[in-house]
């Protein structure tokens, strides 16, 4: 028969103190964990949204980023020819040859950050479905202006609509804030790329992203362009070129989460075994008069047990609960890929928080299996004299 | 102290519980010292360039180059010792997860100016004399287990192409913060390679005298300003600065961390202590009663806790302190990253306030401890 579980709860009541810090050091345990996997989280998906299946991205080949490419205007017309190239509803091409530059500029914050700025051709709120413009206008064609990433404004000096930015020798009136539902282009600054080609790199685009046809047929875009000779191309998904950047950073924060947080757990764990090393030493007649009663020395353990891993539970929620705050909060970190800045949100998700309580629910279970043992093999005579 | 027998016994009386919370306490003292050692190893980085050389890059972005005729004009100024420049390389060796800065240099007058660099008489000469050699740092050279006078072969992507390198000297930084993963080149090579379609990435001016760094980076600008390559000039030292806190915010982060993980810690130590204050309150009275001090019991329970925090505290901050010293792996990812000393001594100044925090409240309940009634609770 099991022990029924509001004995645990009433055992738990009558040592709240001890119960209460060993709870206590969990949750931080966990909240360390879970914000730091939320850091990571944040900055993977802030890439991984960045770029649409549906999309293809062409670079020279050999360029294993925007900024070390280089298309002529020639490429990157008889890409917009093909065959394979979605067009919009006036039967032109969805592509946008793009110009890519990295300007410097100081963080309003401190400290210092380079800016993308990204010459997209008028089709590129097409090509990428998911961009929209939250405040004032899209820019005009032929004129010196500029859209500013929802991420980059208030951070970064002169981002107000109607202020003016300068950078490659020109001033730039900015007309517009646009959000990427969290992609990374939100820390970009977009002009058209026939004003900015001519005051950074000349007669040059840096990659040309189109709307693929029949997205099923990447392969044999991708075949199609890179065999070419005359072209020398990369071809990626776009989502998947922004998610392979991701990957490296990804993992050194996934990492550095789990190192911390594994370790701080070795410190919560024999917290927790000795606290339950002390209940149950504690509770030694209790527990004889229990198996005195009838109850099998595995009902004890798993008595003992779920008590440890409730404690260890109740940590768990506190330190979830201490991790709302932080979610929606803007960091930023630098994209070694791109030489940029990348500003995202730390994201805790409730698989997050769920892996938070699993994470928990374990160190609860490793703090309380010796005691529980014990407790379970407690001879009953001996534990009956204490008593 | 010849009390010490008596708190020794004390901490021996539940051995498992006294050892597990000297190792809680040292896990944590652990991952503190590593941790503050990112943030260390991250300033020391802020701090290692020199203060008499300048960096001049294109205002624009550090992406963009500047006119070789800059170099002349550079010369001309007053109070500059020499000027050299370098260009960033971004080629790949074998797969792009081996990431390592290579630049293209102007050998002659950018080794003269880094004493920081030392590097045998023989080696030196083999570098400056061949068109196709390299100079790479000692840590790089034991990451990819290359020997000297081997081929290299580098994937180029801001150059197309394949790149043929030979290794003729190894460096050692005379301090690790300078970074013995760096990969020289000439300059020549590059030039050549590309056609002449080539200009440099950014200048390092070696001035005469530090002092007249501010005039001197004032001036190379105002110089440069209203041209089509206006310049950003700094000391060698506040651009590596700023490369730092392109990372973002890494000292918020860890002190954040460190917080977390001490008062965790805390609590697992207070917790010990306040169940060995509640085992020993008949033994407290008998104390008591035998004209024990209330002062000397406080001192003795403060004491306890302290040795436990102590010892803990001691074994972590050492052990990283062994784990992390010179010319540890994680060298390659963060330079000059070691346990410093000042960070040991921290380390055991938080683990002293560890053990006075969470002694402190069974200490004042031993010393206030009425005797009479915990006489009773002994009978």
């Keep these: ?387 | 102290m010849k009390f010490m027998r008596l708190i020794w016994v004390n901490l021996l009386r539940n051995k498992r519980r006294t050892i597990l919370t000297v190792l809680s306490v040292a896990v944590a003292l652990f991952l503190f010292t590593t941790l503050r050692s990112v943030v260390t190893a991250l300033d020391a980085v802020s701090e290692v360039g020199s203060e008499a050389r300048l960096i001049t890059r294109s205002a624009t972005g550090i992406t963009f180059p500047l006119p070789q005729s800059y170099f002349e004009r550079l010369r001309a100024q007053e109070g500059v010792q020499s000027v050299s420049w370098a260009n960033w390389f971004g080629g790949i060796y074998v797969n792009e997860s081996n990431f390592f800065a290579q630049l293209a240099i102007d050998h002659e007058t950018y080794l003269a100016m880094y004493p920081e660099m030392a590097i045998p008489d023989d080696q030196r000469q083999a570098f400056l004399n061949e068109r196709t050699a390299v100079l790479v740092g000692r840590g790089l050279m034991e990451r990819f287990g290359w020997t000297l006078d081997q081929n290299v072969t580098l994937q180029g992507t801001i150059f197309p192409g394949d790149w043929e390198f030979t290794i003729r000297a190894v460096y050692v930084p005379d301090d690790p913060s300078f970074g013995d993963q760096l990969f020289f080149f000439h300059y020549d090579y590059l030039y050549e390679g590309v056609n002449g379609n080539i200009i440099p990435g950014w200048y390092v001016i070696q001035l005469d005298d530090p002092a007249a760094a501010p005039a001197a980076i004032d001036r190379i600008d105002r110089m440069f300003e209203n041209s089509s390559s206006p310049t950003k000039t700094e000391t060698e030292k506040a651009f590596n600065a700023g490369f730092v806190t392109m990372w973002g915010n890494i000292g918020f982060l860890v002190k954040a961390i460190g917080t977390a993980v001490f008062f965790a810690i805390l609590l697992v130590a207070a917790n010990t202590m306040m169940m060995a204050g509640r085992e020993r309150i008949g033994e407290n009275a008998v104390l008591k009663t035998l004209g024990f001090q209330d002062g000397l019991l406080f001192r003795l329970v403060l004491a306890e806790s302290l040795l436990i925090t102590l010892l803990g505290g001691a074994l972590g901050v050492f052990g990283s302190k062994l784990m992390f010293g010179p010319g540890n792996p994680v060298n390659s990812f963060i330079q000059g990253f070691e346990v410093e000393w000042s960070t040991v001594i921290l380390g055991l100044v938080i683990a002293t306030l560890l053990g006075m925090i969470s002694g402190i409240v069974p200490a004042w309940q031993a010393m206030r401890l009425p005797v009479i009634q915990a006489l009773r609770r002994v009978a």
Excluded at chain 1, 72 to 89: D, H, K, L, Q, Y
């Design chain 1, 1 to 387: 028969m099991k022990i029924p579980i509001l004995y645990n709860l009433r055992s738990l009541k009558e040592r709240p103190v001890s119960t209460l810090t060993t709870a206590a050091g969990m949750a931080l345990v966990v909240a360390v964990f879970v914000a730091m996997m939320a850091l990571a989280n944040g900055f993977r998906s802030a890439l991984v949204k960045s770029g649409s299946p549906n999309n293809a991205m062409v670079l020279r080949k050999g360029a294993n980023a925007e900024m070390y490419s280089g298309i002529a205007r020639s490429t990157a017309s008889t890409i917009a020819g093909m065959p394979f190239v979605a067009r919009g509803p006036d039967n032109q091409p969805l592509s946008s040859p793009e110009v890519f530059v990295v300007i410097g500029a100081d963080r309003l914050t401190g400290g210092m950050a380079n800016l993308v700025v990204r010459g997209v051709s008028p089709k590129a709120m097409q090509v990428r479905q998911d961009l929209e413009i939250v405040a004032g206008r899209d820019l005009r064609s032929g004129a010196s202006e500029v859209l500013v990433g929802e991420k980059i404004v208030d951070r970064f000096a002169n981002t107000g609509i109607g202020e003016t930015m300068s950078f490659g020798g020109r001033d730039w009136t900015v007309v517009g804030h646009f959000s990427a539902r969290g992609a990374a282009f939100e820390s970009e600054i977009w002009a058209e790329n026939e004003q900015v080609m001519p005051v950074f790199r000349g007669e040059v685009f840096q990659s040309v992203t189109f709307r693929m046809a029949d997205p099923a047929s990447f392969d044999g875009v991708k075949q199609q362009l890179e065999e070419d000779p005359r072209l020398f191309l990369d071809v990626f998904r776009e989502n998947e070129f922004y998610q392979n950047q991701s990957v490296i950073l990804t993992f050194i924060l996934n990492f550095i989460a789990v190192f911390i947080a594994g370790v701080m757990a070795i410190g919560a764990v024999f917290g927790a075994i000795n606290t339950m090393y002390a209940a149950v030493s504690s509770r030694a007649p209790e527990i004889a008069v229990l198996l005195t009663l009838g109850f099998k020395p595995g009902n004890v353990l798993s008595s003992f047990l779920i008590e440890a891993v409730f404690i260890a539970l109740i940590g768990g929620a506190m330190g979830c609960i201490l991790t709302l705050p932080i979610n929606g909060l803007v960091t930023s970190t630098t994209n070694w890929n791109s030489f940029s800045e990348v500003a995202f949100a730390f994201r805790v998700t409730p698989a997050l928080l769920l892996t938070g309580m699993i994470f928990a629910a374990i160190m609860g279970f490793l703090g309380g299996f010796f005691p529980a043992l014990k407790a379970a093999r407690q001879p009953v005579i001996v534990a009956l004299r204490q008593g």
